[in-house]
């Protein structure tokens, strides 16, 4: 099931850096033709990339990318699954500098190794350790208080307005908030089928607390993917898909990898030294995001 899980994640990180490149490009398109250098979008020009035939396409395939990424949640852990989406920043990195004719200069390389190494890293280690242990509420109400407690600030940012904050915020943004779309999405799936709560709840035999929960944590997860995806137009509005993608494949698995490590026990089995080598891998793709956003040749180039 481990396999069929990561080849279900490795193509989920193909799909999403195709999809990221069109909507991307599809955004840039709208940028230039209505934002006056400003970056990011306004609700208006959001419902206008709809009529985008070139934006419509990305959303179908980056929704196709979710679909393959929650069908692998479904077969393996979440620290196992969540950070293979890394090889989507080498491929869009690739795509995009093709596309735009952008020379990747060796520190933006350098930056893409960090990312992908440590992700990588990380994924060797979790094979062998990750484990599934059943989710039981006070887990769950710890994850709803901390997911709550982000889509409040981050509804903060969407009505202040966008143009209040940096191209970074929209970047993180949208990385912690699929970061906990993916973990609720984990607990929600788990708890209705492989804990019984869809039987309880189609027979009307549900457990207040346990099934209210349940409920509420696939209420929250819509509301963090709505708002997540409004940072990610905002993040392909404000720089190139390399670096929207660097921010959804790291920023988003070490959120979720925290909370599986952390509130749902999977990686109880493991050994300090691994756990060791988690904090190492991952830091360093935090370092590689970092220098991502500061040394990509396309985000100088409009700082000029």
Request: proline fraction near 4%; charge should be positive.
């Amino acid at each position: 099931m481990k396999i069929l899980a990561i080849s279900l994640a490795l193509l989920s990180a193909v799909a999403l850096a195709i999809g990221t490149q069109m909507q991307n490009g599809a955004v840039g398109l709208q940028k230039k033709a209505a934002l006056s250098g400003r970056s990011h979008l306004t609700l208006k020009q959001l419902t206008q990339l709809i009529r985008h035939p070139q934006w419509v396409s990305g959303l179908f395939i980056s929704i196709a990318a979710l679909v393959l990424q929650f069908s692998a949640l479904l077969l393996a852990p979440l620290i196992l699954v969540q950070p293979i989406g890394a090889a989507a920043l080498v491929i869009t990195s690739v795509l995009n500098a093709k596309i735009t004719k952008t020379r990747l200069n060796q520190a933006s390389m350098i930056a893409i190794a960090f990312c992908t190494v440590g992700l990588g890293a990380f994924v060797v280690m979790a094979h062998d350790v990750a484990v599934e242990p059943e989710i039981d509420d006070a887990a769950l109400m710890q994850i709803l208080t901390m997911a709550i407690l982000l889509i409040a600030i981050f509804s903060y940012i969407f009505f202040v307005g966008a143009s209040k904050f940096k191209p970074l915020t929209f970047i993180l943004g949208a990385g912690i908030l699929y970061g906990f779309v993916a973990t609720l999405t984990k607990v929600v799936v788990k708890r209705l089928f492989n804990q019984d709560g869809f039987n309880r709840l189609i027979t009307f035999q549900g457990e207040l607390v346990t099934d209210g929960l349940t409920v509420f944590a696939l209420t929250s997860m819509v509301a963090a993917g709505l708002l997540g995806a409004w940072f990610v137009q905002n993040a392909y509005a404000s720089g190139p898909p390399d670096l929207v993608v660097a921010g959804l494949t790291v920023i988003d698995p070490l959120i979720a990898v925290s909370i599986g490590v952390v509130l749902l026990n999977e990686a109880m089995n493991a050994p300090w030294p691994i756990m060791l080598g988690f904090l190492t891998s991952g830091a360093m793709a935090v370092v590689g995001v970092f220098l991502l956003s500061k040394v990509h040749p396309e985000v100088n180039k409009a700082s000029q």
